[in-house]
């Protein structure tokens, strides 16, 4: 477990070397300007040149890559285009944000997909499956921020019973955190749920078929039973594994629900810094996002092994 | 009918079991057809035929453990004078009553639970036992099976065990709560044959330690002849012949059981060629008109064109054949 845990862990170089890589091609290949959005349309062509040469983006990519590279490893993110402000405190304030978001929302989405994927796949090729299954691809298929916006219309503006957005942190008011983060977190739990409940299922359906159910109820074991103790935990196996790729398309979408609400996170750090050209705000908001998905992925997966004891080493035996 | 004078320590009596499967676009097929047989307490019986001859089905038939789209349609089932087709009792003697050895141990195992926890679930279900009095059943229970260092390894999960100690496993649960009657399905196919040889040992000595009957299914004629009081044999859905060991044996009767005690590979003699039954089972939707072995028989005459009936011919010893 520790092994694997230090290789997971090691792997992370890679991905990150390759994903920043990416990036830092991707920010300067797409059309604008960094000196033109920072300075203005009226700025001159001498600002511009000079702007470019201050901040050395008038030198090869692979050199700059490199720098870059080199100074965020040793934490230093640079600075703004748009306002001097350092980058790396800035992404710090806002990680705690993003990952109460992410990880709320993702709870929901975890919380709707188990019992739904249980039911439907228990009751398979039934009306309630067919129910469920359909709320899925509802769900599913539904976009985040026209969920959002629903959500707002809804539940702020029609009954007023909660706050259109912004973030005010737990720590100073836990009753203001959680009314405000509410609605992003259904808005992005659910729509992820879409998937999630259809993996439970065919988990669920896949578990149903195997011999030891039959065993069980051989034995005389009930339905109730039959689900949590012998299809639960191996249908979770699965389906954590297959979670811990979903959560990555949830970070993603948590660039648009942040913005709809208004919340400070790292996603909206990500909207400025594309908007702005601001490279270094968006460098380090994007590989902050990396990194928190390669972490979570860890987790779950680490989750799925402790559940199976196929793959936990154990005291004695063959 | 050869059930008709049972004797009165009769445990299970089939009368007539009929199952079919239901089917979208065809007619129901049969799986078994008029099936009749009785386990008489203490007794080990074999059920025997090719696999897709119905013999499993007519096993799980009698726990209510048939597959989605499989039906008794007709028959009776009297266990212990209870009749089990009459309402919902076949679930309720599960476990309890009537227990089930499975075939390919390994997946008849859940992964992810202690084989001691597996072995004890039919007493937490049927028992109301508390946890700590379980763990001490489950412990004489796999050391009755001859699972070395039992108490220890009850905590192992199925993957740490061997196929063979798996299958002992699996014996140790049916037996937990002390049922009289106990259906092994095939329960040493998956495994070597000197363990194969270990699990019938075992089920012959916890006969004549618990007293529980058997009912065991196998495709292996020579293997059940080694234990079994009585042998039935199934073909196509059909029984085709019944008697004891002996009647089956050597005053074999039945075309297709003389095929199956030529074809079981012996060590001795020419082995280049192994000796088979020509040609295939039929498929349960198949219809046949007369005798459902005529296709494969080496001895079919003209009679065979009319379906025969099981016909008893001497004390116990039955028949399914016009030419026997």
């Given at each position: 477990m520790l092994a694997l845990v230090f290789w997971r862990l090691a792997s992370f170089i890679p991905t990150l070397i390759v994903a920043s890589a990416i990036l830092f091609v991707a920010v300067n290949v797409v059309p604008g300007s960094a000196a033109l959005s920072a300075?203005?349309?009226?700025?001159t062509p001498q600002a511009l040149k000079r702007f470019e040469h201050q901040h050395g983006l008038d030198r090869p990519l692979a050199v700059q890559y490199v720098e870059w590279a080199g100074k965020a490893l040793q934490g230093d993110f640079g600075t703004s285009?748009?306002?001097?402000?350092?980058?790396g405190p800035e992404v710090r304030k806002r990680i705690p944000v993003t990952l109460q978001l992410a990880g709320m929302a993702f709870v929901v989405a975890i919380v709707l997909a188990i019992p739904l994927g249980v039911v439907a796949g228990f009751r398979h090729q039934t009306g309630t499956d067919g129910v469920v299954t359909t709320l899925a691809t509802l769900f599913g298929s539904t976009p985040n921020f026209w969920l959002a916006t629903l959500l707002i219309w809804f539940?702020?503006?029609?009954?007023?019973?909660?706050?259109t957005g912004g973030y005010i942190p737990f720590g100073e008011d836990p009753a203001g955190n959680l009314e405000r983060m509410l609605l992003p977190c259904i808005a992005l739990g659910v729509v992820s749920s879409g998937l999630l409940i259809r993996i439970m299922r065919t988990a669920v359906i896949e578990v149903m078929s195997s011999n030891f159910i039959e065993t069980a109820r051989s034995k005389g074991v009930g339905d109730l039973r039959l689900v949590s103790f012998h299809v639960l935990r191996n249908a979770l196996i699965p389906f954590f594994t297959v979670s811990a790729v979903e959560f990555g398309f949830l970070v993603g979408s948590v660039v648009i629900i942040e913005d709809v609400f208004r919340i400070p996170g790292i996603g909206s750090l990500v909207l400025v810094g594309i908007i702005n050209r601001d490279y270094p705000v968006l460098l380090a908001a994007a590989m902050t996002v990396t990194v928190i998905v390669l972490i979570v992925n860890l987790i779950v997966d680490l989750a799925a092994q402790v559940i199976d004891p196929r793959q936990v080493r154990t005291g004695h035996g063959s | 009918m050869t059930d008709s004078g049972l004797a009165p320590e009769s445990l299970l009596e089939v009368e007539g079991l009929t199952i079919v499967l239901r089917h979208r676009h065809r007619p129901p097929a049969s799986i078994a057809r008029d099936v009749s047989f009785h386990v008489n307490a203490g007794e080990i019986v074999g059920l025997i035929g090719e696999s897709g001859s119905g013999k499993t089905m007519t096993a799980k038939s009698l726990i209510g453990?048939?597959?989605?789209?499989?039906?008794?349609?007709s028959g009776r089932v009297r266990f212990r004078g209870r009749?089990?087709?009459?309402?919902?009792d076949p679930a309720r003697v599960r476990g309890r009553d009537i227990a089930l050895i499975p075939q390919d141990a390994l997946h008849a195992?859940?992964?992810?639970?202690?084989i001691g926890w597996q072995v004890g679930e039919p007493l937490q279900v049927h028992g109301g036992l508390r946890r700590r009095r379980i763990a001490s059943v489950v412990g004489d229970l796999l050391e009755r099976v001859h699972i070395p260092d039992a108490r220890r390894r009850a905590?192992?999960?199925?993957?740490?065990?061997?196929g063979g100690m798996q299958q002992r496993a699996l014996t140790a649960m049916a037996l937990s709560m002390e049922p009289p009657l106990i259906l092994a399905d095939e329960?040493?196919?998956?495994?070597d044959v000197t363990i194969q040889a270990e699990i019938i040992d075992l089920i012959g000595e916890l006969r004549d330690a618990t007293g529980a009957s058997f009912l065991f299914i196998s495709h292996d004629l020579a293997l059940v002849s080694s234990f079994c009081d009585r042998i039935y044999v199934m073909y196509a859905g059909e029984i085709v012949e019944s008697g004891t060991k002996d009647a089956i044996f050597?005053?074999?009767?039945h075309p297709y059981t003389r095929a199956l005690i030529g074809a079981a590979p012996r060590?001795?003699?020419?082995?280049?060629r192994l000796p088979t039954i020509p040609g295939r089972i039929p498929r349960p939707h198949e219809e046949i008109r007369g005798c459902r072995f005529r296709e494969r028989?080496?001895?079919?005459?003209?009679?065979?064109?009319e379906a025969p009936r099981l016909e008893t011919?001497?004390?116990d010893h039955a028949v399914r054949c016009w030419y026997a």
């Open positions: 300075l203005g349309i009226h700025a285009f748009q306002n001097a402000v350092p980058v539940f702020s503006l029609k009954m007023g019973w909660l706050p | 453990l048939l597959p989605d789209r499989m039906d008794v349609v009749d089990l087709l009459d309402g919902d195992l859940n992964p992810v639970k202690t905590v192992d999960y199925p993957h740490q065990f061997s329960p040493t196919t998956a495994l050597s005053h074999t009767r060590l001795a003699g020419n082995p280049e028989c080496p001895d079919a005459g003209t009679a065979c064109g011919a001497d004390g």
